[in-house]
T-cell receptor
Framework: KNQVEQSPQSLIILEGKNCTLQ??????????LRWYKQDTGRGPVSLTI?????NTKSNGRYTATLDADTKQSSLHITASQLSDSASYIC???????????FGRGTSLIVHP | DAGVIQSPRHEVTEMGQEVTLRCKPI?????LFWYRQTMMRGLELLIY????????DSGMPEDRFSAKMPNASFSTLKIQPSEPRDSAVYFC?????????????FGDGTRLSIL
């Protein structure tokens, strides 16, 4: 059964600090992995997409990594800002399937 | 450039009433997804349409739920009769194609409360 597990479930950090969110998956065959950011009261928005051959990808202060061998991904946020407070959802797509598998998300709170 | 538009944003109704949620996908997108999000289960896919045709409705909880897509610019999700356990945020998303490499663009959801 395809599964995506995220950790930690929630995280509180001070503004300006860095943090790393984790995603482990068992989706097979693997096609791609996306990180979405969901602000409170809004729908998820795609941050990055990573395919099998990519190890790292950056989008501003967000850097995603992928280890296809261990089936792990991480999202690193540098110099956090108050606006980074949101839920971050890891989504893995399987080759040939239109339907991705969603993680339950990590809730990040950035305090001033 | 308008994104996915959902209405209403909030719905509060009594148990047993019919509820209709509406979605307008991004123009030109031919895939549409309905999701339900709860604290306990996260995002769950309910149904997926491609070119207005339902492709996978295995996530629809039971016969009380139905979804239609009469044309490329409009879809509805109906619950009849509604129950308190249906309370959740319902999202509609669209993508350019149905393939796994296309990002899904989400609306801001309908927060449904069944009393």
């Amino acid at each position: 059964k395809n599964q995506v597990e995220q950790s930690p479930q929630s995280l509180i950090i001070l503004e300006g600090k860095n943090c790393t969110l984790q995603c482990n998956y068992t989706v097979s065959p693997f096609s791609n992995l996306r990180w979405y950011k969901q602000d409170t009261g809004r729908g998820p928005v795609s941050l990055t997409i990573m395919t099998f051959s990519e190890n790292t990808k950056s989008n501003g202060r967000y850097t995603a990594t992928l280890d296809a061998d261990t089936k792990q991904s991480s999202l690193h946020i540098t110099a956090s800002q108050l606006s980074d407070s949101a839920s971050y959802i890891c989504v893995v797509s399987s080759g040939g399937s239109y339907i991705p598998t969603f993680g339950r998300g990590t809730s990040l709170i950035v305090h001033p | 450039d308008a994104g996915v538009i959902q209405s209403p944003r909030h719905e509060v109704t009594e148990m047993g009433q019919e509820v209709t949620l509406r979605c307008k996908p991004i123009s030109g997108h031919n895939s549409l997804f309905w999701y339900r999000q709860t604290m306990m289960r996260g995002l769950e896919l309910l149904i997926y349409f491609n070119n207005n045709v339902p492709i996978d409705d295995s996530g629809m909880p039971e016969d009380r739920f139905s979804a239609k897509m009469p044309n490329a610019s409009f879809s509805t999700l109906k619950i009849q009769p509604s129950e308190p356990r249906d309370s959740a945020v319902y999202f509609c998303a669209s993508s350019l194609e149905g393939g796994p490499n296309q990002p899904q663009h989400f609306g801001d959801g309908t927060r449904l409360s069944i009393l």
